[in-house]
């Protein structure tokens, strides 16, 4: 059983920052591809970047040289450090871990860009 918990979201005017953390049970953190999605009303989840275990990262074009992703697999936990927020940026996020083909989501947590 994996349970992932995101905290960090919140109001932001934009060009703001935040970071979403996303801390993991279980054992096996260090082998998960980690990755954050997003959606927002009326669309899709979609992609927004991930990490693989070697530390790999790749992200959406709408977020990249904004967005930074990164892992602690000593703390089991995935970050999510958001700059230069956007209004577009407002959505619910999402903490994702997929091992063997198999996904593993967060509760979500609210992100919201407005002035």
């Known amino acids: 059983q994996v349970l992932l918990v995101e905290s960090g979201g919140g109001l932001v005017q934009p060009g703001g920052s935040l970071r979403l953390s996303c801390v993991a049970s279980g054992s096996n953190f260090n082998i998960f591809r980690m990755g954050w999605y997003r959606q927002a009303p009326g669309n899709q989840r979609e992609l927004v970047a991930h990490i693989t275990s070697g530390g790999i990262t790749n992200y959406a074009d709408s977020v990249k040289g904004r967005f930074t992703v990164s892992r602690d697999n000593a703390k089991r936990t995935a970050y999510l450090q958001m700059n230069s927020l956007k209004p577009e940026d407002t959505a619910v996020y999402y903490c994702?871990?997929?091992?063997?083909?198999?996904?593993?989501w967060g509760q979500g947590t609210q992100v919201t860009v407005s002035s």
């Open positions: 994702n871990g997929r091992l063997f083909g198999k996904d593993y």
